[in-house]
């Protein structure tokens, strides 16, 4: 099947109407983003910001995209005008720039904060303890430009699927107490980023509100590009 064909059958067959679905694009050239977009589909994410801005220039401003990879605090600015959706806030740090960038471009910007939970040390993000101080401090409070709408959060790398669930159980867990303890008033609050193209199935059935697919949809990676 092609890339259209991959996204209908995604959307009627795979992702339940409650679930977002974001094409992960990073590293397909623009016609293949445009096959895509002729088919319907309008919400894309990358993970390099060159690359996002680079595509957002040459496509439909009606692309709804999000960054879904590791954001660098630095290169905030040159997402700020655009982007929906920043999915990585692992740090302080990284959201008072956010929260800046958003004042500049007189916009309040969507964020999920990113959590650890892979047994992997590589991956990138809070936790839990982490996420509390940084929500109960009054630097937190007087950001007027951000608007943290949930969590983000990868899974180990692994084929052990009762590892896989355990891990996507805790993400839940960690949205669940930040929504009692910080966000109770605030509807909004409800996003679970988590599930890839293979623990998708898993992460739905685990509560995933938003899941990331490229290689089912796009097929496998150009990393020449």
Known sequence: MGV???IKYFLQN???SNVKLIAVSKTKPIETIWEAY???HKIFGENKVQELTDKYEALPKDIEWHMIGHLQ????????PFVSLIHGVDSFKLLEVIDKEGK????????LLQFHIASEETKFGLDLKEAESML????YNNL????IIGVMGMASFVDDEKQVRTEFKELVY??????KNFFADKDDFKEISMGMSGDYKIAIEEGATIVRIGSLLFGERNYKI
């Open 14 to 16: 795979e992702i339940p």
């Open 4 to 6: 259209s064909e991959n």
């Open 144 to 147: 007027k430009n951000i608007n």
């Open 174 to 179: 960690f949205l669940n107490e930040l929504k």
């Open 38 to 40: 002729k088919a319907g």
């Open 104 to 111: 500049k471009n007189n916009r309040i910007i969507d964020c």
């Open 136 to 139: 109960s401090s009054e630097e």
């Open 73 to 80: 605090s630095n290169k905030v600015k040159y997402i700020a």
